[in-house]
T-cell receptor
Framework: KAGVTQTPRYLIKTRGQQVTLSCSPISGHRSVSWYQQTPGQGLQFLFEYFSETQRNKGNFPGRFSGRQFSNSRSEMNVSTLELGDSALYLC?????????????FGNGTRLTVT | GDSVTQMEGPVTLSEEAFLTINCTYTATGYPSLFWYVQYPGEGLQLLLKATKADDKGSNKGFEATYRKETTSFHLEKGSVQVSDSAVYFCALSDPGLRNQFYFGTGTSLTVIP
């Protein structure tokens, strides 16, 4: 079974631009979560989608948004990029909602904002 | 709120040494507990999990026991190998929080031959 696929692997953007990251979950997984990983803050929860609905959102500004499609694929968008948005963005999927299902992570998208 | 506290790194061990990485948690409900491992340039991989008190998770020689009385989930391995060099994350998931996971800050482990 194919794992979680994130594209692209690397992105370099300029301050003020916007960016869209893509995530394809494991087949059959309906929950997709996004995390931001930085050396200073560690892993921080962005949001979680289940059956195309955002069920939970972390403490990030409105510049960070996402969506999920009917095939469970998800996209995350960051508008008006700031230098502090440079991070590894990780997508994770799980078969269903509920905290007993472990997350399965992709290899991430490394975003650099200059 | 829910949180995970993990021992600071980095940790450097010789091959075949015993490994312990401490993890304690704070949770309002009855969380599930996890250990994840991250190799350079990759995402996190599930190492083991435990879903209720006194459960022991194990995988690839690693073990951790869910201790409710001490709110701990320490990771142990009896004999580490060079290939175990990675960053290890303790995490909890509170079912009441709709699949939101809380991660520790990670502990970097380097095993030298």
């Amino acid at each position: 079974k194919a794992g979680v696929t994130q594209t692209p692997r690397y992105l370099i953007k300029t301050r003020g631009q916007q960016v869209t990251l893509s995530c394809s979950p494991i087949s059959g997984h309906r929950s997709v979560s996004w995390y931001q990983q930085t050396p200073g803050q560690g892993l921080q929860f962005l949001f979680e989608y289940f059956s195309e609905t955002q069920r939970n959102k972390g403490n990030f500004p409105g510049r960070f948004s996402g969506r999920q499609f009917s095939n469970s694929r998800s996209e995350m968008n960051v508008s008006t990029l700031e230098l502090g948005d440079s991070a590894l963005y990780l997508c994770a999927s799980s078969p269903m909602a509920g905290g007993n299902s472990p997350l399965h992570f992709g290899n991430g998208t490394r975003l650099t904002v200059t | 709120g829910d949180s995970v506290t993990q021992m600071e790194g980095p940790v450097t061990l010789s091959e075949e040494a015993f490994l312990t990485i401490n993890c304690t948690y704070t949770a309002t409900g009855y969380p599930s507990l996890f250990w994840y491992v991250q190799y350079p340039g990759e995402g996190l991989q599930l190492l083991l999990k435990a879903t209720k008190a006194d459960d022991k998770g194990s995988n690839k020689g690693f073990e951790a026991t869910y201790r409710k009385e001490t709110t701990s989930f320490h990771l142990e391995k009896g004999s580490v190998q060079v290939s175990d060099s990675a960053v290890y994350f303790c995490a909890l998931s509170d079912p009441g929080l709709r699949n939101q996971f809380y991660f520790g800050t990670g502990t970097s482990l380097t095993v030298i031959p």
